[in-house]
């Protein structure tokens, strides 16, 4: 694992493909070593990696992974987030990570 | 490791005790004291950061102090992730991982709340929040903690985050409202609060005294017919004393902002577009 995970949403997944990366969404549907993420827009997850990640539909959840050429996320870990997250608030944060890097990212 | 922790002990706590061990009350001894003890209490600060602005901080000449965005950090406090925990025979270690970067905390063993076992809550992958001071030893920095504590609410992570953020803005751009202008008196600050949106329709007023503004911004802002306001009308809108309000608009009238209409203090806004 690299030491900077970058926080970001669905749009920014071309921008960061092959780049480890950290996203927070809400689990919509599991679909056996495939689950789907709703992070400022659908996310797939490959969970092939890591299958020991329990996720939950309905909860939120912070995947730790890779971006592949598909554009699909190869999950390394996964930390449940329950349901009381403020995504508005989770998303404010990526736009601030984005938007004044220096504190965040190289 | 453990020098940087017992340094600043000696200057706080020695030097209070100095007072007290020297024998007889002597006036004046302890304000004598307190300059040099004391040194560094008054900027004494807990500032959120990411784990990126402590691998980044700038060390000072003195040993074991660093600066953040141009200020001096004493206290700090950060969220992340476990990603590692040793047990040592002195301390626990852990690394933290906040997505920025990693870091070592490390909180010594205290003996009686290992009893209590309050120090095993801490697990792998365990998001938390830990304050203490960022120590270097060797070339290696970690952050000697005097708390940690697991996060039970996850929006944390992210009020933390942005809280850094607001904390570096201001560091680095200023307060929001300076942004605006610079030397504001304050009753024009709380004005423009008021009228932000109006700011840019302002233009002609940068420089000029708290009441002229306020006079201007009312001239601007009530309902009138093309005679304008007398000055009694807006001296009694805002408050103000008449003097005021006549000195306000003679430099508004000088200024060319302002014209008179029906006479020399009946006043309209001189619209420019």
């Known amino acids: 694992m690299t030491e900077a995970t970058p926080r970001i949403l669905a749009p920014y997944l071309s921008q ?5 990366v950290r996203i927070l969404g809400k689990v919509v549907q599991l679909a056996g070593e495939t689950a789907f993420i709703d992070a400022g827009g659908k996310v797939t997850l490959d969970l092939k990696t890591n299958r020991d990640c329990h996720l939950a539909v309905g909860n939120a959840v912070e995947i730790i992974g890779k971006v592949d050429s598909n554009l699909e996320v190869k999950v ?29 990212y190289e | 490791m453990s020098y940087g922790n017992y340094d600043s002990y000696n200057t706080t706590s020695y030097g209070a005790q100095g007072g007290a061990g020297g024998g007889g009350f002597i006036p004046g001894d302890g304000s004598q004291n307190s300059p040099s003890g004391n040194k560094g209490y008054g900027k004494d600060t807990l ?5 990126k602005q402590l691998i980044d901080a700038q060390p000072m000449h003195q040993e074991g102090e660093f600066k953040v965005d141009g200020a001096e950090i004493t206290t700090i406090t950060v969220v992340g992730q476990i ?23 490390k909180k010594w063993v205290d003996s009686d709340a290992a009893q ?29 903690a005097t708390v940690i504590r697991p996060i039970a609410d996850h929006n944390e992570i992210s009020y933390h985050l942005l809280e850094a953020t607001v904390v570096h803005l201001e560091l680095t751009r200023g307060p929001p409202d300076s942004a605006s202008k610079g030397a504001n008196t304050n009753g024009a600050q709380g004005y423009q609060q008021l009228g932000y949106g109006a700011a840019d329709d302002m233009g002609p007023t940068g420089g000029m005294s708290a009441t002229a503004k306020k006079v201007y911004q009312c001239l601007k802002t009530t309902p009138q017919t093309n005679e304008g306001l007398h000055q009694q009308d807006i001296a009694a809108r805002l408050n103000l004393d008449i003097a005021e ?5 003679d430099d508004l009238l ?12 009946t006043w309209a806004v001189l619209e420019m577009d």
């Open chain 2, 254 to 265: 000088q200024l060319g902002v302002i014209y008179t209409t029906v006479d020399d203090v």
């Open chain 2, 245 to 249: 309000v006549s000195k306000a608009g």
């Open chain 2, 116 to 144: 209590n076992g309050s120090e095993t809550k801490l697990a792998d992958n365990m998001y938390v929040r830990a304050w203490g001071k960022l120590k270097s030893y060797g070339n290696k920095r970690h952050v000697g």
């Open chain 1, 76 to 104: 390394f870990t996964s930390t449940d987030m329950g349901q009381g997250i403020d995504f508005d608030a989770a998303n404010a944060v990526v736009d601030a990570t984005h938007k004044y890097k220096e504190i965040f």
């Open chain 2, 83 to 105: 990603r590692n925990i040793s047990v040592q025979t002195t301390n626990i270690t852990y690394k933290l991982d906040d997505g920025t970067g990693t870091i070592e905390v």
């Open chain 2, 47 to 51: 500032r959120p950061v990411t784990i």
């Open chain 1, 16 to 20: 960061f493909q092959g780049q480890t």
